[in-house]
Structure formats: structure tokens, C-alpha cells
């Protein structure tokens, strides 16, 4: 992974789960790594956990609800004013739920889709002003929910289904401007 070294990658969600395994990859590659998540002193311990790990890679931890776009632009310029540019976003950021759609509450529903789906977009919006016409990657985290749907995940399902066509779009509208723009979906 030597095209990571000296790369400025955000992680949102990098303060637990799929971000965080992210997060400590790219610093051992090289990476100078910005640790996002709304849980602060879990993005921190990220942070100190790259420092034991990875000699010499910088990283750094930001507080931020990707679902507020606000947060999300403060964040972002404030990552550029320190890095100066931006390289890779890893959209991770997310929330589960269970249950059918008799199940799913409208303020379940409206908290699944602000974190989920809102919250990519919002990151993206934010992060292909900093990489047009000079490239750069971003990498969407959905599901395999995303395209079988899976029993008792009726909106998780959805706003990660809304995760892999946001990716399609984005990844066509911007490949002229050297952005690729991807989807694992775990």
C-alpha cells in the first residue's frame, strides 16, 4: 500500500468498528490519518492507538455528527487549513437497526437515514470541492444489505441500498475530474 504514504485519508466512524480496522491500516501504510466520529474520546483512543502503531504516521481526531452539514463543512475546512489538501474519504460512519417496517418508527427511520445516507452525502459534498482537478478517492462502506436486503433490517437495508447508488452516481458524474469514487460492501 505504498500509494498511501504521505496520503491525507479521512476516516469517518474511525473510532470503532470497519472505520477504526480503516484507520489503523492506512497509518501503518503511511497514511496521515483524521480520525472522524461523533464519539470523541473513542476517536482519541484511535488516535493514541496509531501512535503506538505506526512510527511516525500522523493522525489526528475530530468531533463531528456527519449528519449535521454544518459540522461536516467546519470539519472539513478546518482539516484543510491543517493538511492543506485531501487524498482519500472513507465514509464508514453508521448506524444499525433492527427490526421490519411495522417495526421501524418514523423517528427510527429519520435516525437511520440522517447518519446512513445523509451523513455520505453529506462528506461527499464536502470533500469533492477539495479533490476536483487534482483526483483523489472515496470510499463508501455499505452492505451486503445493500442489494438482497436482509430479514428484520427493513431501514438498514434502505439506506445502505441508497449508499451503493449514491457511489454509482458520484463515481460517474466525477471521474473526469480524476475522482473514483467506490463501494465495499461487507
Known amino acids: 500500500m505504498k500509494e498511501l504514504e504521505q496520503k491525507v485519508a479521512i476516516v469517518t466512524g474511525g473510532a470503532s468498528g470497519i472505520g477504526r480496522a480503516i484507520a489503523l491500516r492506512f497509518a ?3 497514511a496521515r ?6 464519539a470523541e474520546s473513542a476517536a482519541q483512543d484511535t488516535v493514541r492507538e496509531i501512535a503506538t502503531c505506526s512510527e511516525g504516521s500522523e493522525s489526528v481526531a475530530v468531533p463531528c455528527d456527519v449528519s449535521r452539514q454544518a459540522d461536516v463543512q467546519a470539519a472539513f475546512q478546518e482539516l484543510l487549513r491543517r493538511c492543506g489538501t485531501l487524498d482519500v474519504l472513507v465514509n464508514s ?5 433492527v427490526g421490519n417496517l411495522e417495526q421501524t418508527s418514523e423517528q427510527e427511520f429519520d435516525r437511520l437515514y440522517a447518519v446512513n445516507v445523509k451523513g455520505v452525502y453529506n462528506c461527499m459534498k ?6 476536483k482537478h487534482r483526483g ?5 462502506i455499505a452492505s451486503v444489505a445493500s442489494s438482497v436486503g436482509i430479514p428484520d433490517r427493513f431501514a438498514y437495508s434502505m439506506t445502505k441500498g441508497a449508499v451503493l447508488t449514491m457511489t454509482y452516481s458520484v463515481a460517474r458524474d466525477y471521474v473526469t475530474e480524476k475522482i473514483r469514487c467506490n463501494c465495499i460492501p461487507p
Open 93 to 97: 460512519a453508521g448506524i444499525a437497526h
Open 126 to 131: 464536502a470533500a469533492v470541492p477539495a479533490m
Open 136 to 140: 483523489g478517492v472515496i470510499l463508501n
Open 33 to 38: 490519518v483524521v480520525v472522524v466520529d461523533v
Open 28 to 30: 501503518r501504510a503511511g
